[in-house]
């Protein structure tokens, strides 16, 4: 039984499909306001809304108990705050690390659309960037 099977035994299947619907949607806009976060027009507004995606995805993730999606996407508020509370600016090497996070979702939405078994999480996204590194 993949992860979409398991969660459906466990939760109504509306609450499954609505947190798919939504889950979808974050995970495809990701990587253009990470992007985003490079341009000093758009900087503050994608960082508040990728913390807001993060978030919502630990709050969906934990109620479903998907455990290493709410685990990361709670890891990765805590540095997009980070980076709120000081109001720097993501060096290069945050980026890149906010775009394997992304990928790492993706490929969550794969193996949740697919019913496979949840891909585990890439130990490199568990170092947390040095945000303030380009100084």
């Known amino acids: ?28 806009s990701m990587e253009v306001m990470i992007i985003d976060l490079t ?15 993060f978030h919502n995805i630990k709050s969906a993730s934990g109620f479903l108990k998907i455990a290493p999606m709410q685990k990361l996407s709670q890891f990765v508020e805590g540095v997009l705050d980070e980076l709120r509370q000081k109001q720097i600016k993501p060096n290069d090497e945050t980026i890149n690390w906010l775009l394997a996070v992304s990928d790492m979702f993706g490929a969550w939405l794969d193996d949740l659309q697919s019913d496979n078994d949840l891909t585990p999480i890439r130990y490199s996204l568990l170092k947390i960037p040095d945000i303030e590194g380009d100084k």
Do not use: A, P, T
């Open 1 to 28: 039984m993949g992860i979409r099977k398991e969660l459906e035994s466990n939760f109504d299947f509306e609450i499954v499909d609505e947190f798919l619907d939504h889950y979808s949607l974050m995970v495809d």
């Open 39 to 53: 341009k000093d027009d758009m900087y503050k507004r994608s960082l508040d809304e990728l913390f807001r995606v």
